[in-house]
């Protein structure tokens, strides 16, 4: 079981960056793909993009790329989302998501919520226009 908190989270211009971090504890960080999921007032819990257990690959969403860029450290058990070019319709909660090795994960399956196994508690992001 792994144990994610998130941090980062604020409010910034469009045009603007913001880094968001989660720190992981408990199991393995390297056994786990991890992910970034958001979601908007009202809406659907969206993904963000996945990077795979070694940080070897990562995939992330057409409304992303390009613009977000996922990262992992896994001596300190951290994983990072880089926003830049930021949009008002990026404005959301942020969660980070983690799924085992061991129970198959991959940056082209590990897309929807239902192959996440563990959520963290998620941190705002509001994009001021």
């Known amino acids: 079981q792994v144990h994610l908190v998130e941090s980062g989270g604020g409010s910034v211009q469009a045009g603007g960056s913001l880094r968001l971090s989660c720190a992981a504890s408990?199991?393995?960080?390297?056994?786990?793909?991890m992910a970034w999921f958001r979601q908007g007032p009202g809406q659907e819990r969206e993904w963000v993009g996945t990077?795979?257990?070694?940080?070897?690959?990562?995939n992330y969403a057409d409304s992303v790329k390009g613009r977000f860029t996922i990262s992992r450290d896994n001596a300190r058990n951290t994983l990072s989302l880089q926003m830049d070019s930021l949009k008002p319709e990026d404005g959301a909660m942020y969660y980070c998501?983690?799924?085992?090795?061991?129970?198959?994960?991959?940056?082209?399956?590990?897309?929807?919520?239902?192959?996440?196994?563990?959520w963290g508690q998620g941190t705002q992001v509001a994009v001021s226009s």
């Open positions: 408990g199991d393995t960080f390297s056994d786990y793909c």
């Open positions: 998501a983690a799924r085992s090795r061991r129970n198959f994960c991959s940056v082209i399956t590990m897309t929807t919520s239902e192959r996440v196994e563990y």
């Open positions: 990077i795979f257990a070694d940080g070897s690959t990562a």
